[in-house]
């Protein structure tokens, strides 16, 4: 199946840091999303991209969506304690009749040392 | 309240049993999901169902059934439990978009 290249796998980082994380895929997708994970909670979307080149903020993160519609970034500015938990990205192909199935990485787990 | 609830939220039970997780959404959505989560807390999808009808369904083992009685509801029944079985399982709705809206979790271990 399709895979997803995520890195870092795991991030160590100051509180008030920058955090940068990508991925990159073989495959062209049509959307590309980021998802973040608490412990013991379901994956929380972050920010949804939807054309190639596209440049996307909330609050302190920035995420494109890459111009070859095979990678993304992730950018998370002056992290906080709160910023724990792993961050997901995932591309996403229509599978027709209103289905989408989305292709997941396999997470980037950042801790903040406060 | 709850947009996708899942019940239940634990489930502990021997090798060989017969379960069952449930899943509601009440988003309005047409489409949910079930995603499967393992130690190293990769995420595949498993099936998915628009307005009840199966539309994805992965490399699952049969023994595993998923059942849409209606558009605001998925289940998810699993046979003679293996150990290899134990995970997260997720529950996740979606409409017109692929924005995944996940539910909490149903962690399943298998003894």
């Known amino acids: 199946g399709q895979q997803l290249n995520q890195s870092p796998q795991s991030m160590f980082i100051q509180e008030g840091e920058d955090v940068s994380m990508n991925c990159t895929s073989s495959?062209?997708?049509?959307?590309w999303l980021w998802y973040k994970q608490d412990p013991g909670e379901g994956p929380v979307l972050l920010i949804a991209?939807?054309?190639?080149?596209e440049l996307t903020s909330n609050g302190r993160l920035t995420a494109q969506f890459g111009i070859t519609r095979k990678d993304s970034f992730l950018n998370i500015s002056a992290s906080i304690p709160s910023d724990v938990g792993i961050y997901f990205c995932?591309?996403?192909?229509?599978?027709?009749?209103?289905?989408?199935?989305?292709?997941f990485g396999k997470g980037t787990k950042l801790s903040v040392i406060p | 309240d709850t947009a996708v609830s899942q019940t239940p939220k634990y489930l502990v039970t021997q090798m060989g049993n017969d379960k069952s997780i449930k899943c509601e959404q009440n988003?309005?959505?047409?489409?949910m999901y079930w995603y499967k989560q393992d130690s190293k807390k990769f995420l595949k999808i498993m099936f998915s169902?628009?307005?009840?009808?199966?539309?994805i369904n992965e490399t699952v083992p049969n023994r595993f059934s998923p059942k849409s009685p209606d558009k605001a509801h998925l289940n998810l029944h699993i046979n003679s439990l293996e150990l290899g079985d134990s995970a997260v399982y997720f529950c996740?709705?979606?409409?017109?978009?692929?924005?995944?809206?996940f539910g909490e979790g149903s962690r399943l271990t298998v003894l």
């Open positions: 495959s062209i997708f049509n959307t």
């Open positions: 996740a709705s979606s409409q017109h978009t692929g924005e995944l809206f």
């Open positions: 169902y628009n307005n009840k009808e199966l539309i």
């Open positions: 988003l309005g959505h047409d489409t």
């Open positions: 991209l939807y054309k190639a080149g």
């Open positions: 995932a591309g996403q192909k229509s599978s027709g009749a209103g289905s989408y199935q989305l292709t």
